[in-house]
C-alpha cells in the first residue's frame, strides 16, 4: 500500500471510528472499556472500505505470503470487509470466494452456518474488524475448520492488546492488523 492508504485509514479511524469515554463502554466480549472503537465508520462507507480493502490486498496481505481461496468470519462485522477483498481482488484478476460464518446455524432451509461457494474452498484467511479477546474468530475458525477448510491466518483492522492475539496464536491463527489500539491514545 502506498503509505497513503494507511495514513487516510489512520485519520479517518482518529476521526470517526475511536471514542473515548469516562463511563466504560461494554465490548463484544463482553468486557468494559474506555476506549472504543466503531470500526463500522468504515466498513459501512464505500470510499472507506474501498481504501481498506487495498490497504488488505496490496499491503498487509502480500506481507503474510500465503496462500488462500476464500476469506470471511463471523457475521457482521467481518462482512463487509470479506466482499471488498473478495471484489478487489477480482479487479485483479484473482478469484477469492467471500465467506459468511452465521453465529448459528440457520433454522430453516438447509440449517447451514457458512455461506458461499464454501464447497469450493480448501483454504480461508479468516476476517474481523476488531480483535479484543478473538472470541468471535474463534467462533468463525472453529466453525470453517468443521467442514475441512483449513485456516492458518487472520487480518482485522484493529487490534485491542487485550489478549486476542495470543488467544489465536493458542489456535494456530496467525492474526495480522492494521493498527493496534495504542496507537490512538
Given at each position: 500500500?502506498?503509505?497513503?492508504?494507511?495514513?487516510?485509514?489512520?485519520?479517518?479511524?482518529?476521526?470517526?471510528?475511536?471514542?473515548?469515554?469516562e463511563k466504560p463502554f461494554r465490548l463484544a466480549s463482553g468486557l468494559e472499556s474506555h476506549h472504543y472503537f466503531n470500526c463500522k465508520e468504515v466498513t459501512l462507507r464505500p470510499e472507506r472500505l474501498s481504501i481498506l480493502a487495498d490497504c488488505f490486498v496490496d499491503e498487509i496481505i502480500p506481507q503474510m505470503q500465503?496462500?488462500?481461496?476464500?476469506?470471511?468470519?463471523?457475521?457482521?462485522?467481518a462482512d463487509p470487509i470479506a466482499y471488498a477483498i473478495s471484489l478487489a481482488y477480482q479487479k485483479r484478476g484473482k478469484l477469492i470466494y467471500p465467506l459468511?460464518?452465521?453465529k448459528e446455524s440457520k433454522g430453516h432451509g438447509t440449517g447451514q452456518q457458512i455461506e458461499g461457494f464454501w464447497k469450493e474452498v480448501k483454504s480461508c484467511l479468516i476476517v474481523d474488524d476488531v480483535i479484543t479477546?478473538?472470541?468471535s474468530t474463534i467462533k468463525a475458525v472453529k466453525?470453517?475448520?468443521?467442514?475441512?477448510?483449513?485456516?492458518?491466518h487472520g487480518i482485522c483492522i484493529l487490534n485491542r492488546e487485550e489478549g486476542g492475539k495470543e488467544n489465536l496464536d493458542a489456535e494456530q491463527i496467525s492474526m495480522q492488523s492494521i493498527f493496534s489500539k495504542s496507537e490512538f491514545f
Open positions: 500500500m502506498s503509505h497513503s492508504n494507511r495514513d487516510q485509514l489512520f485519520q479517518w479511524m482518529k476521526r470517526f471510528v475511536y471514542r473515548y469515554s500465503i496462500e488462500f481461496d476464500a476469506v470471511g468470519g463471523l457475521t457482521l462485522g459468511v460464518v452465521r479477546t478473538g472470541g466453525v470453517l475448520r468443521e467442514v475441512g477448510i483449513q485456516v492458518t
